[in-house]
């Protein structure tokens, strides 16, 4: 069965640095574009970023780039997500979802239960 967990959040100061990791299982990873996505306390699900299959390349949300780094290791069936010099902005619950084939980014048809990000001095 399809599962994905999320892990490598907590509390991150200002300018630090925190990768969270997503830990795949029940399908085979490689044939899938991956992504991220975010919700803020109080709003909506926020795309963040999708990466390719192949890992050969990544988008990310334009008011978002330069913030973050997606990157994948097929073979240990990881994805993973880095936040450059995170603020309190980044503060949200991320998960992490399995692209759509033929959708659109962030139209995941499997989602993580999420991890909590808290970017605070």
């Known amino acids: 069965q399809v599962q994905l967990v999320e892990s490598g959040g907590g509390l991150a100061q200002p300018g630090g640095s925190l990768r969270l990791s997503c830990a795949a299982s029940?399908?085979?990873?490689?044939?899938?574009?991956m992504s991220w996505s975010r919700q803020a306390p109080g709003k909506g699900l926020e795309w963040v970023s999708g990466?390719?299959?192949?890992?050969?390349?990544?988008v990310y949300a334009r008011s978002l780039k330069g913030r973050f780094t997606s990157s994948r290791d097929n073979a240990n069936h990881t994805l993973y997500l880095q936040m450059s010099s995170p603020n309190a902005e980044e503060t949200a619950l991320y998960y992490c979802?399995?692209?759509?084939?033929?959708?659109?980014?962030?139209?995941?048809?499997?989602w993580g239960q999420g991890n909590q990000v808290t970017v605070s001095s």
């Open positions: 979802g399995r692209e759509s084939r033929g959708g659109v980014w962030g139209e995941s048809d499997y």
């Open positions: 029940g399908f085979t990873i490689s044939s899938y574009a």
């Open positions: 990466i390719y299959s192949d890992g050969s390349d990544a």
